[in-house]
């Protein structure tokens, strides 16, 4: 998006960086895996990490005083002060997409905004109400839902952010949800009506969307995710679903995660599934192939995959522990000296990123370093 990021500043005096408070690094569980705390915010106590890209590159939260605030870390572990507002994701180019919420003549608003080297751009749509954007593909395009109305919550309407202009797209709700973007700018979604009404999925391809194959339900489509083959994977009535062309394929009882991370190049997906006792356990489900159970105890959860097919989870209802799965074998990542851990997001080169409770009980983001797996296939 050539010349998008010089329509607005982000202030000088909201720029805080923290290069010379150093990584604490601390035993992990494992004597191949370095666990360090990321720097945070000044006056903020606890920091969660929400993502990090194939740069080393981190995206987080502050809470504690005030608004939540967004966070970037180089792979240094130097903390930017990006502002108000909560990151949802980062692409290679290291652009951040933020959401902020706030309040505008006694209604609820929320604004997308792109964050690069400093410089931000407000990406919703003008005069919209609430707008929702989740994703961000490597060109810097946004998918949205958003309320035509400036009091409204409804997402009525659908675009994306594409070279500084914003297409729509051709689905109406109420009740939009839009999932997911690739490369290639396809952009996947459902409709929820809250009450009685049509349920479906869809993808759109430029300005050209289309429902996806359907199968019997009650429930709502939640779709989580679309990789560069356009591969799509989601859920109804507690059934994990694969979409392939005009093709949708039940895979097991089950959830994917929600997260950006749930679908990896190769299609494969993570989230849980129910064993015989109705406990919830991590769940692989491999292109092509048959679910896996990760064998971590239950109640657990797998978040993320990345190309490699390393997957992240965290095991434990009210003390989580985080993991890596690599090729069967489960590694524990260990904490900050706290008691709970969970991961959120991993890249390719075995960097994975979530939060860890300290000694103190306090919640801080984490890094964690694991040997990289080998080159993506």
């Not at 097991?252 to 919830?280: H, I, M, T």
């Not at 524990?332 to 969970?342: D, E, F, K």
Request: with cysteine; charged share 15%; aromatic share 6%.
């Amino acid at each position: 998006m050539p010349g998008v990021f010089s329509k607005l500043r982000v202030p000088a005096g909201a720029l805080v960086l923290a290069a010379a408070l150093p990584l604490v690094v601390v035993p992990a569980a494992r004597a191949d895996v370095l666990i360090a705390e990321l720097p945070g915010l000044p006056g903020y106590p606890t920091h969660r990490a929400a993502g990090v890209n194939d740069l080393g590159q981190v995206i987080g939260t502050a809470e504690g005083n005030g608004p939540i605030r967004a966070v970037h870390w180089t792979p240094g572990g130097a903390a930017a002060d990006l502002g108000a507002g909560s990151p949802g994701a980062i692409n290679q180019q290291g652009q951040v997409l933020i959401s902020q919420s706030s309040t505008s003549g006694g209604y609820y608003v929320n604004r997308p905004r792109v964050w690069q080297a400093g410089q931000a751009v407000d990406v919703g749509p003008s005069g919209a109400g609430w707008v929702s954007a989740a994703a961000i593909n490597g060109r810097g395009e946004v998918p949205m839902s958003y309320s035509s109305s400036p009091s409204g919550y409804h997402q009525t309407n659908a675009a994306v952010w594409r070279d500084g202009t914003h297409v729509a797209l051709p689905v109406s709700g109420p009740h939009l949800f839009i999932s997911a973007i690739n490369d290639a700018g396809v952009v996947v979604g459902s409709k929820l009506p809250m009450f009685e009404g049509d349920r479906y999925a869809f993808r759109c391809a430029g300005t050209t969307c289309t429902r996806l194959a359907e199968v019997p339900g009650t429930d709502g489509y939640e779709v989580r995710g679309i990789n560069e083959a356009g591969v799509v994977v989601g859920n109804r009535d507690d059934r994990v679903l694969r979409w392939e062309g005009d093709q949708v394929t039940v895979l097991s009882p089950g959830r994917v995660a929600y997260g950006s991370q749930v679908l990896n190049e190769r299609g494969d997906a993570v989230g849980s599934a129910a064993d015989a006792n109705g406990v919830r356990r991590a769940t692989l489900w491999p292109a092509g192939g048959k679910p896996v159970d990760l064998g971590v105890p239950g109640p657990s959860e797998a978040v993320a995959v990345n190309d490699l097919g390393d997957v992240v989870g965290w095991s434990g209802s009210s003390s989580p522990r985080a993991f890596l799965w690599r090729a069967g074998k489960v590694t524990w990542l260990g904490s900050l000296g706290g008691t709970r851990s969970r991961p959120v997001a991993l890249n390719n080169r075995g960097v994975v990123v979530g939060e860890s409770t300290d000694s103190a009980n306090v919640v801080k983001a984490v890094k964690w370093t694991v040997p990289a797996a080998g080159p993506v296939r």
